[in-house]
């Protein structure tokens, strides 16, 4: 039997583990999970830089028909400076944003004399990012609940 959307929402804070680098919440009558991925400044030798990197999942419902979908969206910002090795100095940053469906694994390390993260000051610093990670409880509670993934054009069209 299916949790009502309006119960299913007052709930959504069971999602939230104290130990997660993500956190759910029901924002109007959609379920948001959101992932600070990374937030590194770093200094080097020969200059010094900054990436944010940034996710979140946004889920619909379809009351009528029982179904949830989903809409992703990821932000990674890279911004570096410093001196050349023939002393010219340079700059430049970039900003990707991804929207849609992903699924997607990845590991990243900086080093430096200084590095900086929202956890403490080191040499270096390493996170990791898997939407798995966040996808598959917010995946497992919902079917728990009684709520099936909007199939799309092809699974309607053959079954699947």
Do not use: C
Not at 3 to 27: K, M
Not at 55 to 62: C, G, H, N, W
Not at 102 to 123: I, W, Y
């Amino acid at each position: 039997m299916r949790t009502p959307l309006a119960e299913l929402l007052t709930r959504v804070d069971e999602l939230n583990a104290p130990d997660s680098p993500f956190v759910f919440r029901a924002v109007g009558d959609r379920i948001q999970g959101t992932w600070d991925i990374a937030h590194v400044q770093y200094v080097a030798l020969l200059g010094a830089g900054q990436i944010d990197d940034a996710y979140s999942i946004e889920v619909t419902f379809d009351e009528d028909e029982g179904t949830f979908d989903t809409d992703e969206t990821q932000t990674t910002s890279k911004m570096s400076g410093g001196f050349s090795t023939d002393g010219s100095f340079h700059f430049g940053g970039s900003t990707s944003t991804f929207k849609g469906k992903q699924s997607r694994m990845s590991r990243s390390f900086v080093a430096g004399t200084r590095v900086t993260t929202p956890e403490g000051e080191g040499a270096s610093a390493s996170w990791s990012f898997d939407t798995d990670r966040i996808k598959q409880p917010l995946f497992d509670f919902l079917a728990a609940n009684g709520w099936e993934k909007k199939k799309g054009f092809f699974g309607r069209l053959f079954g699947g």
